[in-house]
């Protein structure tokens, strides 16, 4: 992750929740602390402070760097923790956010939002940010790959599953060349991406943006 070497040596970071910290890794060179309320059902590695991000157990301005990947689409009062993380954070402070546009429900209960470009913008500029960047973070041959895997992933086959009587052995087959279809496009579409970025139309499964803090 370019933002983690982008990090000095000895910096203060806070990985706002941190879940299973698939990042730490990246940040061996700084002073690593995570927070996470740990109440999802699900692995987690323990965290600095367990506690809720919209209040922080630490002084002010004290972070230099904040990760906040996958996380405010979680979060009831998005406003509330974007000014908790305004306040831990020194001036001059850079925040990496990335979250889903388009993204199935996850971490249930715990799953209240997808963000616009122009909500994602409205709510960091409310709460005291300068965007540096928010950009898609795939493109859109990444968004469709994701797409058909579900599609895949999620048709029904069974008859039964699918509708009363004859109708249901009709579309059956129908159903499961397009799970096979939907399967053999998803890995293309995923390999594509990998190696284009296409932005020009439709829609990112997820923003990434640098935030500020102002000075
Ligand atoms: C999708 S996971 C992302 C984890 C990690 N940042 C990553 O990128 O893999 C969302 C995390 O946010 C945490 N979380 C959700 N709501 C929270 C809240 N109100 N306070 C603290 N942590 C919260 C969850 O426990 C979960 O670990």
Known sequence: MDFAASIPNGALVLDAGAGSQ?????LGHTKYESADFEAVDKNYVRSTYICDLKDIPVEDERFDYILFNQVMEHLP???RVLRELNRVIKPGGKIIYTGPLFYEEHEIPYDFFRYTQF????LFTEEGFEIDRLDWLEG????SAYQLNRMALYLPVKPS???RGIKGYILAPILL???VFGMIFSIFFHRLELELKYTQKG???NYVAILVKKK
Do not use: S
Not at 22 to 26: G, K, N, W
Not at 119 to 122: C, E, F, I, S, V
């Open 22 to 26: 698939p990042y730490r890794d990246l």
């Open 77 to 79: 009062e998005p406003g």
């Open 119 to 122: 909500g994602l913008r409205k």
């Open 140 to 143: 859109y041959f990444g968004t």
């Open 161 to 163: 599953n699918i509708a």
């Open 177 to 179: 060349l397009v799970k």
């Open 203 to 205: 829609y990112p499964k």
